[in-house]
């Protein structure tokens, strides 16, 4: 299908890029993506995709709005405290770019229904802030063979990676690609939350910013996918740098 001239204006910036052009944004107008966690990295993230034109977004989170919120997450305003985070997010999000598909899942992800909120997703962003959440969304995706954008902030630095091991499944082992629990193997003993440490607000802006940027190269499959590698961050320093990863062939979830 052509772009309307409506979206041809919208999007102007997108098109004149030689790597996205038209083809590219009828790829992120068709897309589907389910963000897992809308707080301090699933609302900035969100905010970019909806402007990018993805075509259909799941929120999936079961919380609601607080005070202590408001110093980071950006999808909210003062007003919003009290009510369920899909439903602030899904008309902000929706007020950004009223041609969107918004589907509210006022849920917590676990392995029972891991598999039924993420199933009609084209790629998934995990913005949560709990190990057990991030097992189980990785673990579902990769069963569903569905690229997984991750991210993770605390204090002053964060990291970023994309996990694509159910693309790879069954190939010989040199030429799979790791899991999140090739990089994590097991619960940690004591889980470090932003609430336990605290976190510098415009990180997380950067962060969900960074994991927008790595889906919509994932949809339009351009550049270069931080599959099988980790970006990490130090906000004090301002360094960042990319390290390999390898898939694990003890890992639990996709070794063997």
């Not at 993805?54 to 709005?65: E, K, Q």
């Not at 006022?106 to 039924?116: F, G, M």
């Not at 091991?165 to 999140?180: D, I, M, V």
């Amino acid at each position: 299908m052509s772009l309307t001239p409506e979206q041809l204006e919208r999007y102007a910036r997108h098109i004149m890029l030689r790597e996205i052009g038209g083809p590219g944004q009828q790829k992120l107008l068709n897309a589907h993506v389910a963000l897992v966690g809308l707080g301090a990295l699933g609302g900035p993230a969100a905010l970019y995709l909806a402007a990018a034109g993805v075509g259909r977004l799941t929120l999936i989170d079961d919380d609601v709005v607080s005070l202590s919120n408001l110093q980071r997450q950006v999808l909210f305003v003062g007003g919003d405290v009290g009510r369920p985070k899909t439903e602030a997010g899904a008309a902000r999000l929706t007020g950004l770019n009223s041609g969107l598909q918004i589907h509210e899942r006022r849920e917590r992800l676990d392995a029972a229904n891991a598999a039924t909120l993420l199933a009609d997703a084209h790629i998934v962003v995990d913005g949560s802030d709990s190990f057990a959440t991030r097992f189980e969304v990785n673990a579902a995706c990769h069963t569903l063979g569905q690229p997984l954008v991750s991210g993770a902030v605390g204090r002053w630095s964060a990291q970023v990676s994309v996990f694509k091991s159910g693309l790879t499944r069954g190939k010989p082992r040199k030429e799979r690609l790791p899991c999140y629990r090739c990089f994590v193997a097991e619960m940690p003993a004591m889980e470090e939350t932003c609430a336990a440490v605290g976190v510098i607000g415009p990180l997380t802006g950067m962060i969900g910013a960074r994991l927008a940027l790595e889906t919509i190269k994932e949809i339009a499959g351009v550049g270069a996918s931080l599959a099988g590698k980790l970006w990490l961050f130090d906000g004090l320093s301002g360094d960042s740098r990319t390290v390999s990863l390898s898939a694990d062939p003890a890992c639990p979830i996709c070794g063997g």
